[in-house]
T-cell receptor, first 114, second 113 residues
Framework: KAGVTQTPRYLIKTRGQQVTLSCSPI?????VSWYQQTPGQGLQFLFE???????NKGNFPGRFSGRQFSNSRSEMNVSTLELGDSALYLC?????????????FGPGTRLTVT | AQKITQTQPGMFVQEKEAVTLDCTYD???????LFWYKQPSSGEMIFLIY??????QNATEGRYSLNFQKARKSANLVISASQLGDSAMYFC??????????FGKGTLLTVNP
């Protein structure tokens, strides 16, 4: 069974631009969560999607948004990029929300904002 | 609000020895789950072990065991017979009633040959 895939793996953008990151969950998994990891703030929850609906949202500004498609693939968008948005963005999938031991992470997208 | 505290920024252990990574948590939820993840330098988070708040037995998965002390609100990870490949960042995390995973700051484990 293929794992969680994230594209692209690396990205360099300039301030003010926008970016879209993609996450394909494990086959059969319908819940996708996104996390931001930075050296200063550590791992922080962004949002969770299930059945194309956002179920949960972390404390991030409205510049961070996401969506989920009918095939459970998810995209995350960051508009008007700031230097502080440079981070590793991790996506995790699980069969359904709340299943504790079935959340599997992808390799991440490393975003650098210059 | 949930909080995870990992007080050891870095730990060193000799190959084949056991090591304990500390984790304490704070939550007002009655039902919650505790997790440990391993993050190698490649960046991917690898699930290691899970403990539910109502589980009476400490969780074990191969060389990993979770020392769960509910009254102390601690969930320490014990790695037995350390291997060079165990060198990585280790994160303790909790999921409560809001289903969000809250992570600690992590512990960087280095296994020496």
């Amino acid at each position: 069974k293929a794992g969680v895939t994230q594209t692209p793996r690396y990205l360099i953008k300039t301030r003010g631009q926008q970016v879209t990151l993609s996450c394909s969950p494990i086959s059969g998994h319908r819940s996708v969560s996104w996390y931001q990891q930075t050296p200063g703030q550590g791992l922080q929850f962004l949002f969770e999607y299930f059945s194309e609906t956002q179920r949960n949202k972390g404390n991030f500004p409205g510049r961070f948004s996401g969506r989920q498609f009918s095939n459970s693939r998810s995209e995350m968008n960051v508009s008007t990029l700031e230097l502080g948005d440079s981070a590793l963005y991790l996506c995790a999938s699980s069969y359904v929300p709340g299943q504790p031991y079935e959340q599997y992470f992808g390799p991440g997208t490393r975003l650098t904002v210059t | 609000a949930q909080k995870i505290t990992q007080t050891q920024p870095g730990m060193f252990v000799q190959e084949k020895e056991a090591v304990t990574l500390d984790c304490t948590y704070d939550t007002s939820d009655q039902s919650y789950g505790l997790f440990w993840y391993k993050q190698p330098s490649s960046g991917e988070m690898i699930f290691l072990i899970y403990q539910g708040s109502y589980d009476e037995q400490n969780a074990t998965e191969g060389r990993y065991s979770l020392n769960f002390q509910k009254a102390r609100k601690s969930a320490n990870l014990v790695i037995s017979a350390s291997q060079l490949g165990d060198s990585a960042m280790y994160f303790c995390a909790m999921r409560g009633s809001n289903y969000k995973l809250t992570f600690g700051k992590g512990t960087l484990l280095t296994v020496n040959p």
